[in-house]
């Protein structure tokens, strides 16, 4: 009787993707995304199957079903660290393509929980790759000279896979830059040392060398 009466206080909010498909989800966990519970209170819609709330068009119902289950689990309090690392962890295990659509839906829903743990997950994809590589791991087409590899790619269609990839690129195009600088500075310092061969020697072997 008890849980029959729980069951029936619960709120609920409809949720509509893309394709035109809606679904009852648990208000709780639904407004744990900014976005929805944004949509909730400044426009009152999601009250009934009439008046659900359209999701971005980079949400489809399999994307929305993993975020609702992370809301799950993250919306209930008390959680200890362990535990929500734990969670992560075996959570963000799926392939490229699926990661990538989670992140974008994550940024679209303004989740940015969600978008951290999987934009880290996807950087360390990558981490150490050429950009010949990333292109394989994001199964994009090498049509680009050396100097446009690491360029932003066009994305007519609003593909998550090109548009991480220009993000990442641009991480990458920017650390580039650091280390030319950084090479810069170290041939400029190599240029203003004129101590001789034997007082370096000297000096690396331990002896003063007129250092």
Known sequence: MVIALFIQMKSYIWLQTADGSVQQVEEEVAVFCPMI??????TGMG????YAISLPQRVNPAILGLVLDYCR???VPGRSNKECKNF??????????????????ADSLQLKPL???????????????TPEEIRETFHLPDDLTEEEKLEPLRNITDDPRIRLLNRL??????ELKEREKLKNVETVEEQ???RSVDDLLSFINGGDGGI
């Open 47 to 50: 009250s009934s199957k009439n």
């Open 73 to 75: 689990f993250h919306h």
């Open 37 to 42: 519970c944004r949509e909730v209170i400044q």
């Open 169 to 174: 690129y641009a991480r990458k195009r920017k």
């Open 115 to 129: 978008v951290d743990i999987t934009s880290r997950a996807l950087a360390r994809i990558i981490e150490g790759k």
């Open 192 to 194: 203003l040392d004129d």
């Open 88 to 105: 992560d962890e075996k959570f963000i295990r799926m392939d490229t393509k699926r990661l990538c659509e989670l992140t974008s839906a």
